[in-house]
């Protein structure tokens, strides 16, 4: 989605970068409902392991909390689920 028609608020561009590594990275899809979703740990280490980021933990965990604040993400049972923006 383009920046100018997305309606959550802006983030740091090394947070989005963790952003779409997340959504590119093989996410498991509820086949009920079509969500797509990681556990929180699995992100973690996602984000920690991905080379183009270089994070460390405490840096994955604060980009999963802006994430989360801003609406990219909502969690369920310590389980992430991508927000679809409305258009």
């Given at each position: 989605?383009?920046?100018?028609?997305?309606?959550?608020?802006?983030?740091?561009?090394?947070?989005?970068?963790?952003?779409?590594?997340?959504?590119?990275h093989?996410l498991?899809?509820d086949?009920?409902?079509?969500?797509?979703?990681v556990?929180?740990?699995?992100?973690?280490?996602?984000?920690?392991?991905?080379?183009e980021l270089a994070?460390?933990?405490e840096?994955?965990?604060?980009?999963l909390?802006?994430l989360?604040?801003?609406?990219?993400f909502?969690e369920v049972?310590?389980?992430?689920r991508?927000?679809?923006p409305?258009?």
């Amino acid at each position: 989605m383009d920046a100018s028609t997305d309606p959550r608020p802006p983030l740091s561009e090394w947070i989005l970068d963790a952003y779409d590594v997340l959504c590119t990275h093989r996410l498991m899809s509820d086949d009920q409902r079509g969500m797509q979703s990681v556990p929180r740990e699995q992100a973690l280490d996602i984000l920690c392991r991905a080379d183009e980021l270089a994070l460390h933990t405490e840096d994955a965990t604060y980009a999963l909390t802006r994430l989360l604040e801003r609406g990219y993400f909502y969690e369920v049972d310590d389980e992430l689920r991508v927000t679809t923006p409305e258009h």
